[in-house]
């Protein structure tokens, strides 16, 4: 159940320009504030909205929109929070029926809501009445609504036009000068592209101001040598900032030849942006003064702040809609020559280039200085690639402006071809990746996997949970088609690769070496980074030994000798990437003075030789050479040259990874039958309403947790519950399978592994074993159980694993791998984000090693694959609908070629509130 604006939950969010307003549920202390909205319209628009002039239809209106509020109407306002105008009114009531009270809130009813929209006059045209209707939707969906009704004036276009802008299906029907528009709710891809794409636009709106100001102002520019505003405006001054500069100094006149001002206040105008490098103690009050001024967005460079300070700040940035990088960061960078922007403390000026870059700080409370160093080394590394960056934001502790913002600024600015982030988290995973799996299709966005670490993660003792801790974060960002490097070293080397050369079509790889020993080392570092190095068919190896020197071999490594020439080597290089054989070509040289062929012969035989670009991806590796990797300029483009070979393999092996993400297509997410969501929500909430202690660690007891499963058609194990020993006999009897033989599992709040408590009896056959195995767990765990779970005995099977847990970084995770009781001995599984589409489930069915057991490898038939699959997709619905899902444990999963089914489950749930991914909200 998503959770919608109350009246002391109030959100922000951004208009189509950029502007911050508020949203919130409307009180019955806003009447006078609602009718004021009303009184100010034109007499036009108050027609367009009551199909009338009277101004007693506002007065009903402002009454009826802030009396006490009844589950069947919701009202949102949106506010400019400084002025405390209201500039907007979404609302809805529900649909009164003929049939009893309570059939409107049954699970299954389709349920409908009238809509009404007015928005203040002088705010039309700025996005205000759509997403006020996005909340409305998102607090609809969450109250059982399954669809809005609106009745508008056939000539009120603009209403017309927003209804049918939402994304959502609008069916109209017109009768006479009226038009009945009825909208669905169903959710579908089209909303959220749409909501995505408004966003977006919006976005970038506010972070105009941020990354291309027209005026700068630092306050905290020291006079002193040394200080860092000091050095932030020098960087100003010195790159050549295009815009009006101004310092602020309580006793400086002027600090650089730049005019300085006694305070913020003083300013002869309200800048774009305001850098503050002031102690952290002074940020809060510094920054109500810009907001008071009218600035548009803040860049903090000072750290320090407490838990208090830092919400102040950031109040401040809502309440005055500034945008906000840091606090506690390097500073930020945009190279464009209209702007020329270096608002950072680096010692040398970002290059100008197309790479944008972005950073988190490296811990809390750490001093600027330290937290730039990673940021630094970034800039430095991009420069001496010659790739440099379109712009550079050192994120700090991102207490608003995220990796998430600067990917749709990347995605529009014109320039970015190359995205670089250095995450350690994510404040809306779901939107993060929705937004990096439509940016990385059409740039590479490559990241440093800076959370590889349990620290933070409290793991249950669970399979599930036990699982996740040896998950690679790899595979979650290789979901979204992000590639993830371990070090930054890592991830310039593979930067150069993609700035410079076409995708590999493939991992297979031709190396080439004049040097023996190099190319052992290569081929190993090509093996260990998942390359082919294939052995050539016979004609390639004739064609290439009548190419090369005497005593050349042309296996694959060609070994071409230490006497081959510039010209030879070239016309080897350009054979192998003109063949069909191989996808890339690594040249491994040693430099030597044999013959007439010197180490810089050879490096210009990979750069100047060819006339025409070769359409192969070509590397080199220069043993020996200063730094770890360089970009080589070549006749057409350039040649990355790295001093490892293990650096070359890995960036060959992340391209070829991208190649094989942009074939697949973007997936869907599908639509599943027999799920009733409200149900499952009510489940949840009666559960967590009678165990507020969270009682046995918050695991569902069989029954609970057979009722949710049920409420996603998860197919289980017929069970049923047993107190005494008679009704377990009883039991028995009734759900025994075709063989006879039933199944008793002993139950007791917090018991998590039966098989390692021995409270689990198999193969029982008769009443006198059924009571036997009563017996046995009376006078073992009497003290503890509280029933006992009797089923059939399962058929013969493969045994899976499927998980869900709710990761502190990605949200809710789907596992699934080999299952039993061998699952955390071999940890053979796989995780995706949820919700899983298509291809994921495709991609986590194949991941596991023992993939090839559910094709039918070993003799036998394959398994039901789509009874596999849809279980993997409503065990993905399950985890994406409730928030309060901290972990799901289904082991065994039993697969057989003609089904599936889940044999024991386990469901941990928490008190917490949902968050709809998709609404759009500075958080």
């Known amino acids: 159940m998503t959770e919608s604006p109350r009246a002391d939950t109030p959100v922000h969010a951004l208009l189509t320009d950029g502007t911050t307003v508020r949203i919130r549920s409307a009180r019955t202390a806003d009447r006078d504030a609602v009718l004021r909205l009303y009184e100010g319209m034109s007499a036009e628009n108050l027609r367009l909205r009551f199909f009338g002039i009277s101004r007693s239809s506002a007065r009903m209106a402002a009454d009826r929109l802030c009396r006490p509020h009844a589950l069947a109407y919701r009202a949102l306002l949106a506010e400019t929070e400084v002025e405390g105008h209201l500039i907007g009114i979404a609302e809805y009531e529900r649909a009164t029926t003929t049939a009893t009270p309570e059939r409107d809130t049954a699970p299954g009813f389709e349920a409908t809501a009238e809509i009404a929209l007015a928005v203040a006059d002088a705010w039309h045209h700025r996005g205000i009445g759509t997403l006020l209707l996005e909340h409305l939707v ?6 059982g609504i399954a669809a809005f009704t609106a009745d508008a004036l056939a000539e009120n276009r603009e209403v017309l036009k927003v209804f049918a802008g939402l994304g959502l299906p609008t069916a109209r029907r017109f009768e006479g000068r009226e038009v009945r528009c009825t909208i669905p709710l169903d959710q579908c891809e089209d909303y959220f592209s749409a909501v995505e794409a408004r966003g977006r636009t919006a976005d970038v ?6 990354l291309r100001p027209g005026s700068v102002a630092v306050a905290g520019a020291g006079r002193k040598p040394g200080s860092v505003g000091r050095a932030i405006l020098r960087n100003l001054c010195s790159g050549g900032f295009t815009g009006r500069l101004y310092a602020v100094h309580p006793q400086g006149a002027s600090i650089l030849g730049v005019r300085a001002y006694p305070s913020v206040a003083a300013l002869p105008q309200a800048p774009d942006l305001v850098v503050l490098a002031v102690p952290g103690a002074e940020v809060p009050g510094v920054a109500e003064d810009c907001g008071k001024l009218g600035a548009h967005a803040l860049l903090v460079i000072s750290a320090g702040l407490d838990a208090r300070q830092g919400q102040v700040l950031l109040s401040a940035c809502r309440r005055h809609g500034m945008r906000l990088v840091g606090p506690h960061c390097l500073g930020i960078a945009n190279t464009e020559q209209s702007v020329r922007l270096d608002a950072t403390f680096a010692a040398a000026h970002p290059r100008p280039g197309t790479a944008g870059a972005a ?4 811990s809390r409370g750490r001093r600027p200085v330290q937290s730039g160093e990673v940021g630094i080394a970034l800039l430095g590394g991009l420069a001496r690639l010659g790739v440099g960056v379109s712009s550079f934001v050192s994120l700090g502790d991102k207490y608003d402006v995220s990796g998430n913002d600067l990917l749709q600024w990347w995605d529009t600015d014109g320039r970015t071809d190359l995205a670089l982030l250095h995450l350690e988290s994510f404040g809306n995973p779901h939107a993060f990746s929705h937004t990096a799996r439509r940016v990385t299709r059409r740039m590479p966005i490559l990241t440093v996997d800076a959370g590889r670490t349990e620290t933070g993660r409290r793991a249950a003792a669970s399979h599930t949970a036990a699982a996740a801790r040896t998950m690679s974060r790899q595979a979650l960002f290789a979901q979204a088609g992000i590639t993830a490097t371990r070090t930054i070293p890592e991830l310039l080397s593979t930067a150069a690769l993609l700035h410079s050369q076409p995708l590999p079509s493939g991992i297979r790889v031709a190396i080439v070496t004049n040097a023996g020993g190099a190319g052992v080392l290569t081929a190993d570092a090509c093996a260990a980074a998942g390359l082919a190095v294939p052995a050539f068919e016979t004609e390639l190896v004739d064609d290439l030994l009548d190419l090369l020197p005497q005593g050349a071999v042309a296996t694959n490594p060609v070994h071409t000798t230490a006497s081959v020439t510039e010209e030879q080597l070239s016309v080897c290089v350009d054979l192998l990437t003109a063949t069909g054989a191989v996808d890339a070509v690594l040249v491994a040289l040693v430099p030597t003075a044999v013959a007439a062929a010197t180490g810089d012969d050879l490096v210009r035989s990979l750069t100047h030789a060819p006339c025409r670009r070769r359409s192969r991806t070509v590397a080199a590796v220069l043993p020996g050479q200063p730094p770890h990797v360089r970009l080589l300029p070549a006749a057409e483009g350039q040649v990355p040259a790295y001093a490892d070979p293990q650096d070359a393999a ?9 190649t094989t993400w ?20 009510a489940v949840v909430d009666a559960w967590l309403e009678g165990h507020p202690d969270g009682a046995a660690g918050g695991w569902l007891d069989p029954r609970t947790c ?6 996603y058609g998860i197919p289980q194990l017929p069970w049923a519950w047993a107190r005494t020993e008679d009704e377990a006999v009883r039991a028995a009897v009734r759900i025994k399978g075709s063989d006879g033989l039933v199944v008793l599992k002993a139950y007791w709040p917090g018991l998590l592994h039966k098989s390692q408590e021995h409270a689990i009896h198999l193969d029982l056959r008769g009443d006198a074993q059924v009571r036997a195995a009563y017996r046995d767990f009376q006078v073992r765990f009497g003290h503890l159980m509280t029933g006992m779970v009797v089923q059939p005995l399962a058929r013969r099977g493969i045994e899976l ?6 990761d502190q970084v990605f949200g809710p995770l789907v596992l699934f791998g080999l299952g039993g009781t061998a699952t955390e001995v071999l940890a053979d599984q796989a995780a995706r984000l949820a919700p899983l589409t298509d291809h994921d489930v495709h991609g986590l069915i194949t991941a596991p090693r023992c993939a090839p057991l559910l094709f039918g490898r070993c003799g036998t038939g394959p398994v039901d694959l789509e009874g596999l699959e849809q279980l993997l997709h409503r065990v993905s619905c399950m985890a994406s609908d409730l928030p309060q899902l901290a972990e799901a444990d289904f082991n065994p999963v039993l697969a057989w070629p003609g089904g599936v089914t889940a044999v024991d489950v386990r469901v941990r749930l928490r008190p917490r509130q949902a968050e709809d991914p998709y609404l759009r909200r500075l958080r």
């Open 138 to 143: 998102s607090a609809a969906r969450a109250d």
């Open 205 to 210: 709106a506010s972070l105009t101001p941020l």
């Open 359 to 362: 950073r988190p700080a490296s």
């Open 650 to 658: 890995r960036a060959l092996a992340h391209a070829a990874a991208r």
């Open 662 to 681: 942009l074939a697949l297509p973007p997936g869907t997410v599908p639509t599943l039958s027999g799920v009733d969501t409200p149900r499952a929500h």
């Open 706 to 711: 057979a009722e949710l499963l049920d409420c």
């Open 801 to 806: 694993f499927a998980g869900v847990v709710q």
